[in-house]
C-alpha cells in the first residue's frame, strides 16, 4: 500500500493539488498503515494461533529478511518453529523420568566396604 499511496501524493504535490496531496497522505499514513500494522498481525496470529506481537514481530522480520514475500513467510516461520519446539517438549515429558536421570546405586561397592588398608 505504501508504494501505491506515497507516489501518489507526490504527484498531487508536484501538481499543485497541495489539499489532496495532505488528504492522501494522512489517510495512507493514519489508515491505511494502522489497519497493516494492527489489523494484519491480529488476523494472522489467529489463524496461525500466534500472540499478536509475535505475529508482528514475524511479518516485520520476514520483510527485513525476505521481502514482500516476507509479509507471509516470516509469520509462518515462527509459527512451525513455535510448532516444532512444542512436538520437543512433548516427547521430552512423555519419557519416564528413569530414562533422563542416572541410575544411582543404593548398595555400597564391595571395595568401599573394604577395611582401610585392605583392598
Sequence with gaps: AFLIWVPAAIYLALEGAWASAAIL????GVV???IDNLLYPI???NRLRLHTVV???GAV???VLFGASGLV???AVIAVTVSLIDILKQRLSDQPEAA????RDTKP???SRAAPGRE
Design 61 to 63: 522480520g520476514g520483510i
Design 55 to 57: 505475529a508482528f514481530v
Design 109 to 111: 561397592s564391595r571395595q
Design 73 to 75: 513467510l516470516g509469520p
Design 43 to 45: 488476523l494472522v496470529g
Design 25 to 28: 497522505t494522512v489517510w495512507g
Design 32 to 34: 491505511v498503515a494502522g
Design 100 to 103: 533422563l536421570t542416572p541410575k
